[in-house]
């Protein structure tokens, strides 16, 4: 079973990956890797509060709306605008 500090290490690797494609103008990569760091966020949080892991992103937006609304609404729309932002740089 994954730690915290498993999916803190997850987390930064994804978002610095992400990062690091985004500089070398490697916009797909870049959107996967920032979107996945956006996962790990959701997986922070779901598992600070139930201490499991969703099965699948059904599952993990089902558990965000009921534990917060509000991130679950932040981390869609930070997920939308992240690629559309690097569609419209490719």
Known sequence: MAT??????????????GIEQLNKQ?????????????FALCDIMIFQSLRHLPKNHTERFRILEQISPAFMGLSMRYSLTIRMLIQNQS
Not at 4 to 17: A, N, Q, R, V
Not at 26 to 38: C, F, R
Request: hydrophobic share 35%; aromatic share 12%; no cysteine.
């Open 4 to 17: 915290l500090d498993d999916l803190e290490e997850t987390f930064i690797e994804e978002y610095e990956g």
């Open 26 to 38: 490697h916009y797909k990569n870049a959107t996967i890797l920032l979107s996945k760091a956006v």
